[in-house]
């Protein structure tokens, strides 16, 4: 088992402005500065950061004390990474001299053995790699890593590398198999993955072989956490070793467990190691915990961990929408995981999962002007209920109310959702040999080089508001090549055209891709419609809280019912089994959205005046309502806000 298809350099995929385009350039040209700003405690009224001052008293800048979370770090280098992603694709002399400053710092913060990490140099110097199960130390040099390596590939220059390279060796050296190193791993998993990232640019096999030493060793007794807890006083957790994905040995596992973000870096990393080793039985362990994820404890908008207590995993089937977590950055990691999925199991199954959690549970995290986030993700919001219960309020789901946040001390999800936007054109395509994959339908143009020639692909669509994708080939001369399309599971009426003539898409499918081999002419011309009816969907009925009411979707996007359309109580919306939709494009709402009308129905007020209970009837009034993209919620005004909603 390895990897059956690679991703293309960002530097090869030119994204234009179409919707997912736009979206990338509000994050590169508002967000990136914004979050400068937000690193650097510049932004009124929100919580401070402390992240860059950090490492300017550690490099001498300033005097104070160290201020924020142990893994405060980590938003510096996510922002980083983001920057790196940017710059391979877009110059931007301002931002670079920003990100070229944070590197000195950084190096300047680096001890003579090469270690890095703010807290411990100014709070606990003697105790490091003391507190893995809590402390974030392997979790902030992951994030370090893979920031290293992305600005390594968008600019050329080594010095960030070689930081990250030295801080490698210092780990390597302390953890692993012989009798001298330390038998320990990652509370938080990050650094697996984020070693193949560095072997991959090294080509030094020692960093493989220490992220194939963290994965193995996790979960097996004696229990390290528990080991290393003994020694120590005090304890800021007392979640189990399956928090931690540390309740078995990798290879035993069959379920998601624990904490959703951690959870799925580690499958990420997993997927890395068995593609990178060929080992069948390392996958089959992501295949089967894949497939408990994607049947049993994943939200329709593709966000993960359902309950804010450990931000975690629960059970099967337990996906509640009030209170729902759904943090962002799990869903960006749902991502990570399934590109990895794709790239060594070619099917439209983790291109789905992709295509969902980035339309709308990962979109739905960031503002349409970039600089407000959420860091959780409900179906549903009923805002005084989450202001004035006080068990609504605990366990971090004051994070959010009915608008996003400028900032937080605890911030991971703004500066990831920016490297995911900057990596974005790593997810469009996929090549082998002489067969090109098509995963996602965006306004974009990208090369190839297919037996030794180059093969120019232009995708010009509207995507996901219109149904037609036209792809243009371009090369000097005739090649054969097969072309990958994906049609959507979502889709239950695909067309595909070449040069105006029709193609029989079921003769030609496997694993839920159109493939289309012939030999490719200059100018070829490929059309594809993917009808986009408004659908209703239903939950599985072993998910309590959605018996008996649909969702609507169309295309890719999820809908929601907001109180700025229909007043409040949105929940006493019905929606009619014969209700008939009716779509229209609005450039100027939510910055161009698709809009779904239709008719329900609604109590009358008047008969509930003064009554709390009363026999029941039917006497409901006929309204009009107005389904609005779930990303986009909470861009017009505060208020409650719905998903799934009653059907009759």
Known sequence: MQRKLKTLPLSKVKIKES?????????????????????NDLVQDAEPSYAVRNFRIVAGEVE?????????????YKWLEAVGFYLEVHEDPEIEEKADYLIDLIEKAQEPDGYINTYYTLVEPENRWTNLRENHELYCAGHMIEAAVAYYKGTGKRKFLDIACRFADYIHSVFGYEPDKKRGYPGHEEIELALVKLYDVTK??????????FIEERGKNPHYFDLEAKKRTHSNRNFDNSYYQ?????????????????????????????????????FAVC???WKNVLERRMYIHGGIGSIAYGEAFTFDYDLPNDIAYAETCAAIGLVFWASRMLQCEPDREYSDVIERALYNGILSGISLDGTKYF??????????????RNDRNRDRQARLQARRQGWWGTACCPPNIARLMGSLGQYIYSYKDNEVYVHLYLDNETEFEINGQNVVISQKTNYPWDENIRLVVQMESELEFTLALRIPGWCRDAKLMVNGK???????MT????????????????????????ERIQANPEVRDNVGKVALQRGPVLYCLEEVDHGKNVFDITLPRNAEFSIKYDPDLLGGVSVISTTAYRSEENEWKNTLYKIANNNRKIIDIQAVPYFAWANRAPGEMVVWIKEC
């Open 502 to 508: 029709s193609v029989d898409i079921n003769d030609k």
């Open 375 to 388: 860091y959780v993700n409900p179906l549903e919001i009923w805002p005084e209920r989450r202001e004035k």
């Open 19 to 39: 919707f997912l385009g736009s979206r990338a350039k509000v994050v590169r040209e508002n967000t990136i500065p914004y979050q400068w700003e937000a690193l």
């Open 64 to 76: 104070g004390e160290y201020g924020g979370r142990v893994f405060q770090d980590s938003d510096v």
């Open 511 to 534: 694993r839920g891709y159109a493939l289309v081999k012939r030999l490719w002419k200059q100018g070829d011309d490929v059309t594809l419609r993917l009808a986009m009816p408004v």
């Open 246 to 282: 540390a309740h078995l040995p990798v290879r035993e596992q069959e379920t998601a467990e624990g904490h959703a973000v951690r959870a799925v870096y580690l499958y990420s990393g997993i997927t890395d190691i068995a593609a990178e080793t060929g080992d069948e039985e390392l």
């Open 204 to 213: 030094n096999k020692k960093y493989l072989d220490l992220s194939s030493y």
């Open 287 to 289: 295949k089967r915990i």
